[in-house]
């Protein structure tokens, strides 16, 4: 199983894997596999190219080892009918509400009649995370229609689960040993409004800190408009939910955000990180910003990183931005040449990786009490870690940990610090 994109397609490559677990046995490459599986991603123009290569790098095997190939995700259930045509090589593409149907379609694939007995269910899985640390899906699909974004195209409007069935998740994991619970959702913010007429994540949030156990809450993809002041003071006072905001704004300038048909404005989104700041000083702000989009001009560049350095951002994550179809960006103009989406891209991660060093040789001296290990680098015979400030999968750096004793994967230790650059901190186990 080769999972793409996002934590959310991870935890459905999981679950697909749950379906069939009690007739498959799980191989480490795609030249000792029977069947290969890739979930793939088309949210932008890159994730589509990158699904694609991947497909074609699995058929030179599939072709060399007389495997079978199956591929499922959201490019077969955007675009099933031309890549049908495009690769005819797969043996079979399997589209996102097909899933409940896997065991059916791997025997017609392989030509088996095994008897799958599991559901596609988030309570039956093989997950891919080391035992300290799972992503919890809330909800599937998306109620906003930002001008750029294919996700509702693509996953259908917001389904989220029962406050009840999520806890019950949680409470099994916790118990086999989870410490860092990760939420997440295409809008972690709007949970539950489609269920309860109300959004209700901090309901969520309150049953979730009730679980008995030694672990810790992050929440991922919080839109800025949602943030409510009850959601800032319950992270701010219970100690089972990671002080860590990751709210992606996409633009700071008005003109820009109007055009994205974003709910929110500058003004809203500086108080919002301001109080954010001031209430709970040690949090972590993570955000994702777009350039390129139309109608954007220079001035709106320049100003969103004078934006950036009045919030200093503990991390920040940006892209060019990639016309896809059938979104309302469509019917814009798109005259910004690639070549100056990337200056601009260039110029803003520039600007995030000055504040992004300052920020973090500022840590130099301190100690934190939290870190927990997720690897050893061979080359520098240091462990690695990561504290609530660092999200999984490297998007916001790590830990480098000189240690006199063998540490395990997901030990907790204390870490001094004595040495920074822009995305890491080095330093001693205390």
Request: charged share 30%; proline share 4%.
């Amino acid at each position: 199983m080769q999972s793409l994109g996002c934590a959310k397609n991870q935890v459905d490559s999981e679950m697909l894997l749950g379906v069939l677990k009690e007739n498959i046995t799980l191989v480490a490459t795609p030249e000792e596999a029977e069947l290969m599986i890739l979930n793939t991603c088309a949210f932008i123009e890159p994730a589509r190219k990158e699904a694609i290569d991947t497909i074609f790098e699995l058929v030179d095997v599939k072709e060399k080892t007389k495997s079978k190939l199956i591929v499922c995700g959201c490019l077969p259930q955007r675009y099933k009918q031309e890549i049908e045509q495009l690769i005819p090589e797969v043996d079979r593409f399997v589209q996102i509400d097909e899933y409940g149907n896997l065991g059916s379609i791997v025997n017609q694939v392989v030509q088996s009649d095994y008897n799958y007995q599991k559901q596609f269910d988030p309570l039956n899985r093989i997950y891919s995370t080391p035992n300290y640390m799972r992503y919890v899906k809330i909800a599937e699909g998306c109620m906003n229609r930002c001008a750029f974004c294919a996700i509702p195209l693509i996953r259908g409007n917001l389904k989220s689960r029962p406050i009840e069935e999520i806890v019950e998740e949680v409470k099994q994991e916790v118990s086999e040993g989870a410490y860092e619970i990760n939420l997440v959702a295409q809008d972690t913010t709007k949970y539950g409004f489609d269920l309860y007429h109300r959004h209700a994540l901090t309901d969520l949030l309150r049953e979730l800190i009730l679980i008995e156990g030694d672990f810790k809450i992050r929440l991922l993809y919080l839109y800025p408009e949602l943030v409510s002041d009850e959601l800032i003071e319950l992270i701010k006072n219970s100690p089972k939910i990671m002080k860590y905001f990751d709210i992606p704004i996409q633009h700071s300038e008005d003109k820009l955000l109007k055009a994205m048909l974003r709910r929110s404005n500058k003004e809203m989104i500086l108080s919002l990180l301001h109080k954010i700041k001031e209430r709970i000083p040690n949090a972590t702000l993570r955000t994702t910003l777009m350039v390129g989009f139309p109608y954007e001009e220079e001035e709106d560049v320049d100003a969103m990183i004078e934006f950036i350095e009045d919030i200093r951002f503990d991390h920040m994550g940006a892209f060019t931005f990639s016309l896809e179809e059938n979104t309302p960006a469509c019917k814009y103009p798109n005259c910004i040449s690639e070549e100056t989406k990337q200056k601009r891209y260039e110029l803003l991660m520039q600007a995030q990786s000055k504040i992004a060093l300052e920020l973090k040789q500022a840590k130099i001296g301190t100690i934190i009490e939290d870190a927990f290990i997720i690897g050893y680098d061979e080359e520098s015979y240091m462990y690695i870690a990561r504290s609530e400030a660092f999200a999984p999968d490297e998007i916001d750096g790590c830990i480098y940990v000189a240690a006199k004793d063998e540490l395990s994967l997901g030990q907790r230790i204390s870490v001094k610090i004595l040495d920074a650059d822009a995305y890491t901190l080095t330093g001693e186990q205390v």
